[in-house]
């Protein structure tokens, strides 16, 4: 991974990480800085000398750690770019592990974007899964996060067995592991499982239920890091193997309008932000599957506005978190004048998301829904353009409305708590704020980014029919809050999703353990015993008096007969006179000569 100048940014992050138990304060958090920002220039670095690196000869195969192409150069550049922002947010954090975890979560991340074969990417997959599982592990203020953390850990292990039972299956047909498009016309089992592999991390419904349920477990600092990564690196890896898969476009329309419907009724700040990330993972999801160059501009757009903004939103909820110990909109409210500089960063992240003009989302969702239109999709380019408005009612409307205004509903020991974070938990809001402000401003800076760099430059994003619909959108989606804002107020509810049917699967395994099977298990058992064991014993028995006195009588009783002859002979012979031992002794000699002369 060091092969002709090039160093893996993944090997740095994994160094500085087995290195940082070792430093001290006050050298740690410069360390915390310093390491995120080598591994951002080393991106950027690479993104300007793009080939192949990093090819290991592995058994019979080539093995390829470092193919920096344009899709690749713009996935990375994010993520190094949100290691930085995410670890300085969590500069407070006194336990070093949860940092550990965080910088093998984004190798993991790093390593699965540059990885040219699949081999390499199921190994960065993997360590992404159980890096990441430790990120919510680490949340001590949660009874439920080890429970949650192990139902992440089930979830994508099973989605990494489906990924590498879907490759190994590729290698058998194709003889091949290299990590390219795969053939949609004449696609085979080995395709659909890789596909589903790669959907789970993406939390495709139906196998989204994992997101809301780990991200609002996480610490506060993990949920930063797990809002970026994981759905994103799933993004990139759908577009570089799936692009062009017709049926991503009904999953990510379905995604869009499914999370947003279940952020509207959210109770819980990170699971609404969760809900949330599937619906915008959604409009990723269908450009992919559209497939043009546009298409696929608009989801790796969508994605890098994605991970600052939505960075942003979870950067203010864990702050909210943080300083009052509550995450239910039940227990908040009120907070404008505690938290105004987090309520101003909240809010510029709720616009973005809601692609209002000026801010990230703005220049990036709408060049997936231009694509639709393009491929005359237009039923997914409406219903992609009306979750808009849905997005707006709960990113720009709700969320703010029910942390920072309206009366306090929790208890006044939390309210007389909250403040503003500290300084390295603004000064990251703060850059990710920035962000979404001058790629919303200046789009050229992102479209450079894009990997079809022959159409980039002829989308413009600023139009009057652009700006005049969406103002339009924006203005119903708030005449609908003020219509509706007590009934998606805050309320304490349960709401059934997909994963009932898991949860309730699993218990009906379990009963089935417990009961008939633990039944007819301790009934063999029983039989066994009457039948089986009382006549093997018995038997045994048998055979057990049949060596003692058969074969052992037979054998010990011809030893015990030589034995008393001998010692018969030894009485009658040695008397303890020597003169009669060695008269016997000469008789025999004699006896035996004269045997011998005879014969």
Request: with cysteine; hydrophobic share 55%; net charge neutral.
């Amino acid at each position: 991974m060091t092969t002709s100048g090039f160093f893996h940014p993944a090997l740095m992050l994994i160094i500085g990480a087995l290195i940082l138990p070792l430093i001290r304060e006050p050298f740690r958090r410069p360390y915390l800085v310093l390491i995120p920002l080598l591994t951002f220039i080393n991106v950027v670095w690479l993104g300007f000398h793009q080939g192949v690196y990093g090819q290991v000869a592995f058994l019979d195969w080539q093995l390829t750690f470092g193919r920096i192409d344009p899709l690749s150069n713009a996935f990375a550049f994010i993520m190094a770019l949100m290691a930085i922002i995410g670890t300085v947010y969590g500069l407070q954090e006194r336990n070093v592990w949860q940092q550990v975890a965080a910088w093998f979560y984004v190798a993991g991340s790093l390593g699965a974007i540059y990885s040219g074969d699949y081999l390499s990417l199921f190994l960065f997959w993997e360590m992404m899964a159980f890096a990441s599982t430790f990120l919510i592990w680490t949340n001590r203020d949660d009874q439920d996060a080890p429970a949650a953390g192990f139902r992440y850990l089930l979830v994508h292990t099973f989605g990494g067995l489906l990924l590498l039972m879907g490759f190994v299956m590729h290698y058998q047909i194709s003889g091949s592991l290299a990590f390219d498009l795969l053939d949609y016309e004449n696609a085979r089992l080995s395709t659909w499982l890789i596909m589903s592999g790669l959907m789970l991390n993406a939390a495709v419904i139906p196998f989204h239920s994992w997101l809301p349920d780990a991200y609002s477990k996480a610490s506060i600092t993990g949920s930063v890091f797990m809002c970026a990564f994981t759905t994103k690196t799933a993004i990139y890896t759908l577009a570089r193997a799936c692009a062009g898969f017709d049926i991503l476009i009904f999953l990510g329309v379905g995604m869009a309008i499914y999370g947003i419907i279940y952020a509207l009724l959210e109770n819980d700040i990170r699971r609404l932000l969760g809900w949330e990330i599937i619906s915008q993972v959604g409009y990723m999801v269908a450009g992919v599957g559209i497939g043009t160059a546009l298409a696929i501009n608009g989801a790796t757009a969508h994605a890098v506005a994605h991970i600052l903004y939505k960075g942003l939103l979870f950067m203010g909820a864990g702050a909210v978190i943080q300083m009052t110990g509550r995450q239910r909109f039940t227990e908040l409210g009120g907070l404008y004048r505690k938290m105004p500089l987090t309520l101003l960063f909240m809010v510029i992240g709720g616009i973005s998301v809601s692609a209002f003009p000026l801010f990230s989302g703005f220049v990036s969702k709408s060049m997936i829904i231009a694509a639709s239109y393009q491929e005359h999709l237009l039923w997914a380019g409406f219903l992609l353009t009306m979750v808009s408005a849905g997005t707006f009612l709960v990113a720009g409307l709700r969320l703010p409305w029910l942390i920072f205004f309206g009366d306090h509903r929790g208890d006044q020991q939390s309210f007389a708590a909250a403040a503003d974070p500290p300084w390295n938990m603004q000064l990251a809001m703060l850059a990710a704020a920035l962000l979404c402000f001058i790629i919303g401003t200046w789009y050229p800076l992102l479209y450079a980014l894009l990997p079809h760099q022959d159409i980039a430059g002829s989308y413009h994003p600023y139009t009057g029919y652009h700006l005049s619909e969406t103002l339009q959108i924006l203005a119903f989606a708030g005449v609908g809050f003020v219509l509706l804002r007590h009934r998606i107020g805050a309320r304490a509810a349960t709401y059934l999703d997909l994963d009932w049917f898991y949860r309730r699967g699993g218990q009906v395994c379990l009963w089935l353990a417990r009961h008939p099977i633990q039944w007819f298990d301790t009934a063999w058992g029983e039989a066994y015993r009457v039948v089986g064991l009382v006549s093997l014993m018995t038997t045994a028995r048998f055979w057990s008096w049949f060596d003692w006195h058969a074969i052992d009588g037979l054998l010990d009783g011809s030893a015990r007969s030589v034995r008393s002859f001998g010692r018969l002979v030894a009485t009658a012979v040695q008397r303890g006179h020597i003169q009669q031992t060695i008269g016997y002794a000469i008789s025999c000699i004699v006896v035996l000569l004269f045997v011998y002369i005879w014969l």
